[in-house]
């Protein structure tokens, strides 16, 4: 595969995976990743593996059973085998929400966020071993007349 076909390759990976959450196609998502992990970069937590990963999954669905993201802009750094995304997050407080030991009662308000992710992508593979987003829990709470 050339360079530029590799970087179409991760950039078609990254659009279907970032849609696969919105539709909460999970096993769809799972097939994404060579190996499934998240580093959060608001709350410091990671999910590794695939077991992790779908209990992140369903955690998140809770407090925003219609979480879903719209991309912005897209950039591949073929140096470091990733892919950065700027997108928005939105979804409506359904849900309990747990936040630094806080539990928020559903508001039925809706959010939406600017942020970013980065996917990790091995060597000469299109499949990713990591997705970190960089975002703020406060962001959400905020929006959601929480803080």
Request: glycine fraction near 6%.
């Amino acid at each position: 595969m050339s360079n530029e076909e590799l970087r179409q390759a991760r950039l078609q990976t990254v659009r279907d995976h970032m849609a696969l959450e919105c539709t909460q196609d999970w096993d769809g998502v799972i097939d994404t990743f060579e190996h499934p992990r998240y580093e959060m970069y608001g709350n410091g937590q990671v999910h590794d593996g695939e077991e992790e990963v779908r209990r992140y999954f369903d955690a998140s669905r809770q407090s925003f059973p219609d979480q879903k993201n719209e991309i912005i802009s897209l950039a591949v750094d073929d140096a470091s085998n990733t892919v950065l995304v700027e997108f928005y997050l939105l979804g409506t407080h359904l849900g309990e929400l747990k936040v630094r030991d806080k539990t928020y009662a559903p508001t039925g308000r809706q959010f939406k966020v600017r942020m970013a992710a980065s996917f990790q992508f091995g060597p000469g593979s299109s499949k990713i071993i990591c997705e970190r987003p960089y975002t703020s829990p406060d962001l959400k709470l905020q929006q959601l007349g929480l803080l």
